[in-house]
């Protein structure tokens, strides 16, 4: 009998752990061709496509951390929030107690972005540059960001109000758009137009780009440019164009007095590529 038993016991976790693995398969597959619908739903050519798998799937080690972090949390009873609360309470008693080199390079990092140059931000998602850029704008200066991603999903997540916006698509407007960057360079008539939140520049035209963003420099002296997902203007154009306007802008923003924060994932372009970028910048965080 008891053998019997012992038998149906193993039989039975092993239908359960089998339909777990069905369960997480299925719903593994759904996510990932929900993100391709929604990329492809943005305009992203095969190429893109391409590398934002790859650099996706480099990153699902730290998503299974995070989920397994996440769940023996659940299975421990401890709620998740205080665990949040606990963290940043030690963390506050720790530099409260010792101020100590942490704090400092911190304080070093706001000063550097208080002055001019081109600054150049490794992350695998673009979300240190934009919480920069909001830290910088809540002291009063003026931002530009230069997107792939959604401006209004950038807008709601970082809650960038008041800072102009130019979306990289090459899809057209039905209607002119007025933005404070298009404000800023005089275009548009504010009596006839109704306002937008952000402007549009096609990936491939370049020198409208730089036309708007030296616009914004000179009409915010002090200001700050922010521009994300440089692998999608190389995939766009190529390595040395987007390097040659990278260069421009740079030199444009030292003459303007504006900081210059460039967004990139290293694993979305090759060693020697990314060398020369650090190579234009004046410090990568």
Avoid at 111 to 134: M, N, R, V, Y
Avoid at 162 to 188: D, F, H, R
Wanted: aromatic share 8%.
């Amino acid at each position: 009998m008891q053998s019997i038993f012992h038998h149906f016991s193993i039989a039975s976790v092993a239908a359960m752990n089998e339909e777990d693995y069905l369960k997480g398969y299925e719903a593994g597959l759904k996510e990932a061709w929900k993100e391709v619908v929604r990329l492809i739903s943005r305009g992203a050519r095969s190429r893109e496509l391409q590398m934002i798998v790859k650099s996706k799937i480099a990153t699902i080690y730290q998503t299974l951390d995070a989920k397994r972090h996440r769940l023996k949390e659940m299975r421990e009873g401890e709620d998740i929030q205080t665990t949040i609360r606990k963290a940043e309470r030690q963390q506050y008693e720790q530099h409260k107690q010792k101020p100590g080199k942490q704090e400092q390079q911190e304080k070093q990092m706001d000063t550097d972005l208080l002055s001019k140059g081109a600054f150049l931000i490794k992350e695998e998602e673009p979300k240190l540059a934009f919480e920069l850029l909001a830290k910088m704008v809540k002291q009063g200066r003026k931002g530009l960001c230069i997107l792939r991603t959604y401006p209004e999903e950038i807008m709601d997540r970082f809650e960038l109000k008041g800072v102009s916006m130019i979306w990289l698509t090459k899809t057209e407007t039905i209607t002119p758009i007025m933005t404070p960057a298009s404000l800023a360079l005089g275009i548009g008539d504010t009596d006839t137009l109704p306002p937008l939140e952000y402007d549009r520049t096609s990936p491939t035209n370049l020198q409208d780009l730089s036309g708007k963003i030296i616009g914004f420099m000179k009409s915010n002296n002090g200001g700050i440019v922010l521009l994300e997902r440089v692998d999608f203007l190389i995939s766009q154009n190529d390595f040395d164009r987007v390097l040659r306007f990278l260069q421009f802008i740079r030199d444009k923003s030292l003459d303007n007095n504006t900081a210059f924060l460039i967004s990139i994932n290293p694993k979305t372009i090759n060693e020697i590529e990314y060398n020369l970028l650090k190579s234009e910048v004046k410090r990568v965080l």
